[in-house]
């Protein structure tokens, strides 16, 4: 059909700007860029299977929860934990174009065992902060502030966060 050629035709023109561009600004290195929120699900997720101290594993999906589309649900010292999710875009990143990973010095064990928080905060900041996840650049407890409630912010390299909200 005639239309679908032209769909194909301006796709195929668009990606070559696209690609142009990024060769314009020196790769896709500095780019676009961020951790996205399913990528992070996806890590959160395969290092809560790791951890000895995680029970049972799952998304909040495959957990039943209808209302939070990124999310970790474990069993934590026999303890039922779900975390949501939330993501902050890097300045300019654009969900649709391809992912590129920012990489810099990973945040290590060290920095989070002094950490003040809930068992759960901590539990998650440790995972994270193990992880050598290059990504990462840091972690912060919210109920070590007077007030708020618990979860995590995840700073990345790439200026993007992540916020993992005890529910």
Known sequence: MPCDRVVADSLRLTQSIIR???????G????????RPVRFQELATSLAKAAPSAGSVATLQEAGDKRHPFGLAATIEGKAVRI???????DGDKYSLPEVPVEGDPITPEAVAGLKGTPEERWLAGLLAGSGSREIEGVETWSAHEGRAPGVTVRFHSKAKVFARVL
């Open 84 to 90: 949501q999710f939330l993501a902050q875009s890097a």
């Open 20 to 26: 142009a561009l990024l060769a314009r600004m020196g």
């Open 28 to 35: 896709p290195a500095t780019g676009w860029r961020n951790m």
